[in-house]
């Protein structure tokens, strides 16, 4: 998620292609020992192809040496990589306990979870894209996107695009 956030990781690569479109919203959720939403970007696009073709095109900003890639995509016939932008810090992160306080029984997702209004809503995520919600609480203050259509938002892992569970993230 930091490599996301500073700007060097541009891409983020998967064996399955996230129901995502252009404009969408990636929540970054990193895992223990931080466990907290830290911040999002923006999809930009969604490229898929084969290893060979997907690593041509945007292997280079998705922080992944060759052969790691090529480890995770292993046994995929088609790979996809989402193109992201728009990094953006939380002021104050979304934590684990947090988010169960308001989302009882929640789970931290081992690779990502699409989330609707309802869920956005009662964590404390806006509910559309361009709302402006308090940061004084722990909200996301969202004036950046001017983008007023409700799209779907995903936690993500960000540990878990080279195929590896590290016991500690950050």
């Known amino acids: 998620a930091k490599a996301i956030l500073d700007g060097t990781k541009t891409v983020e690569i998967r064996r399955t292609r996230p129901r995502v479109e252009p404009g969408g919203t990636v929540y970054l959720y990193v895992s223990a020992p931080t ?39 292993c046994g995929s016939r088609r790979a996809h990589a989402l193109l992201l932008s728009s990094p953006t810090e939380l002021a104050h992160p979304f934590t684990l306990a947090t988010i169960q306080e308001r989302w009882p029984g929640f789970r931290p997702p081992q690779s990502f979870r699409y989330l609707d209004a309802a869920h956005r809503e009662m964590i404390g995520l806006p509910t559309r894209l361009g709302s ?23 936690f993500q892992n960000p540990f878990r695009v080279d195929g590896l569970r590290p016991a500690i993230g950050a």
């Open 35 to 73: 466990q907290a939403i830290l911040g999002k970007c923006v999809v930009d696009g969604v490229v898929s192809g084969t290893a060979d073709a997907l690593w041509e095109r945007a292997g280079a900003g998705s922080s992944l040496g060759r052969d790691k890639f090529d480890q995770y995509i």
């Open 132 to 154: 402006d919600s308090s940061s004084d609480d722990g909200h996301l203050n969202d004036r950046r996107l001017s983008n007023e259509v409700d799209l779907k938002t995903h």
